[in-house]
């Protein structure tokens, strides 16, 4: 009796092990839809459409991409996380870890309603300001110290990269600046204008303004100069800790209950992807550099950021909602 109970749970378990290999072999089967919580233009748009782009060459599928905007991202990250789990709607977000510490109530459990996949790469954020008003960081930070409260920083929203990048960097020098959110691309605008002092804003939705000279950048948020900006110091270099570097990342996840041959394809294809030189080259050329994990590491990462996210919204002081 017992040994075939056994050998009948033995057959449960390769019939399962062969349904899921089927499903993982038959994905896609259709269109898939890739939601971007962030509008077009914004840094993981960005990233999602150069990846996605070469993704459905390589599966011979379409991965259409959905622009779903508004609170901060969680509408576009609760679409995600309540579609069928079936590898046809991912989402691509660079700020869910922040959008975790600032929003306390969440349509959906971030560490259980997801499953992290991949890692498109790194983006330094970069400290810019309006031309001909500050030289240097060290001058930014001693014009805000001087005035407490009184400089402006521009962001895309509350919870956003450039928003927590910018309070890293407050926390890090000791001084504090009226945050003014925007909800489209004007943001930036008002830093050329001189209306606003200064913004963090990730590499890409700014170097096309460092180069025409409409805003000046001050410093790069990473460890190392970046490729795209060799001449401009990095935080520590200008002066500041090594805490004042804010990482921000562009990654994918899906719904929680996605096979796991699924989301393993999907790494596998992603980093396929982001292996070939014509690839690295776009996203190089946008201010994103190589951030290479297994999807069992970006796992163990995700949960990490999340918690880190969730102290500097406590160090500071940044509103919940």
Known sequence: MKNMLSRAGFAAILSIAALTTATAQEWPSRNVTVVVPVPAGVTSDLVARVVFEQVAKQLGQSFVIENRVGAGGTIGGNTVAKATPDGHTILVWGAIAAATAIYTKLPFDTLNDFTPVAVFGQTPLVVVATPGRYKTLGELVSAAKADPGKLNYATVGAGSASHFGAAQLMVSAGFTAQHI?????????????????????PMPSA???????????????????????????????????????????????????????????????????????????????????????????????????????????????????
């Open 181 to 201: 959110p925007f909800k489209g691309s004007e943001w930036l605008t008002e830093v050329m204008a001189g209306r606003i002092e200064f913004s963090v804003p």
């Open 207 to 321: 170097i096309s303004l460092i180069r025409d000279g409409k805003v000046v950048p001050l410093a790069v948020s990473s460890s190392t100069r970046s490729t795209s900006l060799p001449n401009v110091p990095t935080m520590v270099e200008a002066g500041l800790k090594e805490d004042a570097v804010y990482p921000f990342y562009t990654a994918a996840f899906l719904p929680a209950k996605t096979p796991p041959a699924i989301a393993e394809k999907l790494h596998a294809e992603i980093m396929k992807a982001l292996a070939l030189p014509s690839v690295k080259e776009r996203l190089a050329a946008i201010g994103v550099d190589p951030m290479p994990m297994t999807q069992a590491q970006f796992a163990e990462f995700f949960k990490k950021d999340v918690a880190n996210n969730q102290a500097l919204v406590k160090a500071a002081n940044i509103p919940t909602q």
